[in-house]
């Protein structure tokens, strides 16, 4: 599932919260944040591995690792269990971070408030939500997406940096 893979290994996680207002939620649930590793080479090689291994396993259940509808809102529960079971059964991807880890949730919250700031400063409306970042503004352009996604990548990043924790930027 070649956009699963590319929300899998997003920027960060709070991006999926954006993400998931735009297009709805993914088969394959949230996506973890890379973490940064002296080794990235051989974190890279892990996780090509692992989608290698998870895109073997969904193809062997019947379903095509690569038809973009399975990640849909719709998509089949078989697929979405299928795609459950087979990342579960090739274990943690490698170079993620702790989505339960205070510093990775406190850099989440301050990328969402990050993100829903640069909406404001385009003059976009935020829609009230629970959870900042995770609304998108009617009518925002991808330039304009793009832009503020890019800023709040980085709050995402000096807040790591500043709990200990330092990813390195692909």
Known sequence: MRSIRTS???TAAGLLLTAVALTGCSAAGPAPTEKSSASSGTDDQQRSKWFADVDKCFSDAGFDPDDESLQQPGAPQAAKDAWTKCSEDAGEMPGVLDENDPAVKAASAAMGAALDKCFRSLGYT??????PGS???EGITDDEFNTCSEKS??????????NGIDRKKD
Do not use: E, N
């Open 8 to 10: 899998t290994i997003a």
């Open 126 to 131: 935020v829609p009230p939500s629970d959870v």
């Open 135 to 137: 609304q998108m503004p």
């Open 153 to 162: 990548s980085d709050v995402f990043d000096d807040t790591l940096r500043k």
